[in-house]
């Protein structure tokens, strides 16, 4: 298991950036794949992006591909979340997550979760 916590959400207007970064505990933490995930008020927790324990594999939910970049350290034990063009609909709680998998778009593959970080887009 790791530990996971999350940093860097805050409020920001439509059509600016943020990144959010995720700091990771233990030795193990180049052998998980990680994936950042999202929740909004109302809504079921969904996918955003993974990346492979190397960073050499990345994949994003549509509604984000392009805008989105996942990225990590190994070195520094991060993985980061670099988003730009925000727009309202990205408001929503942002958790981390790690995965004994080499990187996994189902929440369900992931066994250790960070406490999340809130991201709020105005309009």
């Known amino acids: 298991q790791v530990q996971l916590v999350e940093s860097g959400g805050e409020l920001v207007q439509a059509g600016g950036s943020l990144g959010l970064s995720c700091a990771a505990s233990?030795?193990?933490?180049?052998?998980?794949?990680m994936g950042w995930f999202r929740q909004a008020p109302g809504k079921e927790r969904e996918f955003v992006a993974t990346i492979s324990w190397d960073g050499g594999w990345t994949h994003y939910a549509d509604s984000v591909k392009g805008r989105f970049t996942i990225s990590r350290d190994n070195a520094e034990n991060t993985v980061t979340l670099q988003m730009n063009s925000l727009k309202p609909e990205d408001t929503a709680v942002y958790y981390c997550a790690a995965t004994s998998l080499v990187a996994s778009m189902n929440e369900q593959s992931y066994h250790s979760w960070g406490q999340g970080t809130q991201v709020t887009v105005s309009s």
């Open positions: 233990g030795r193990s933490f180049h052998n998980y794949g």
